[in-house]
Nanobody
Framework: QVQLVESGGGLVQAGGSLRLSCAASGRTFNTYAMGWFRQAPGKEREFVAAISWSGGLTYYADSVKGRFTISRDNAKNTVYLQMASLKPEDTAVYYC???????????????WGQGTQVTVSS
């Protein structure tokens, strides 16, 4: 079993920045890939970013490429999502998830956090 707890969400104006954190426990964190997904009201959950166990490989959705950065600190069992140049369309609940290998597909992830709300005002 693994537990994931997201934090760092909030309300920010368009053009602003936020950093989300996801703290993991209950598993050997540094051997697993991590992903961030988001779900806006009335929409399906979508992939945002993912990072390999070592941090050496990352994937991004086209909609966030160049604005968001995923990183991890294996000593702290934490993955981060640095979000910059935020847009109103980035408003969503953001979830982190864990699986053995890097993937953009939400159904391949085994465990999920409870989510953190990000709201970007125009």
């Amino acid at each position: 079993q693994v537990q994931l707890v997201e934090s760092g969400g909030g309300l920010v104006q368009a053009g602003g920045s936020l950093r989300l954190s996801c703290a993991a426990s209950g598993r050997t964190f540094n051997t697993y890939a991590m992903g961030w997904f988001r779900q806006a009201p009335g929409k399906e959950r979508e992939f945002v970013a993912a990072i390999s166990w070592s941090g050496g490989l990352t994937y991004y959705a086209d909609s966030v490429k160049g604005r968001f950065t995923i990183s991890r600190d294996n000593a702290k069992n934490t993955v981060y999502l640095q979000m910059a140049s935020l847009k109103p369309e980035d408003t969503a609940v953001y979830y982190c998830a864990i699986r053995p290998f890097l993937s953009r597909l939400d159904y391949e992830y085994e465990y999920w956090g409870q989510g953190t709300q990000v709201t970007v005002s125009s």
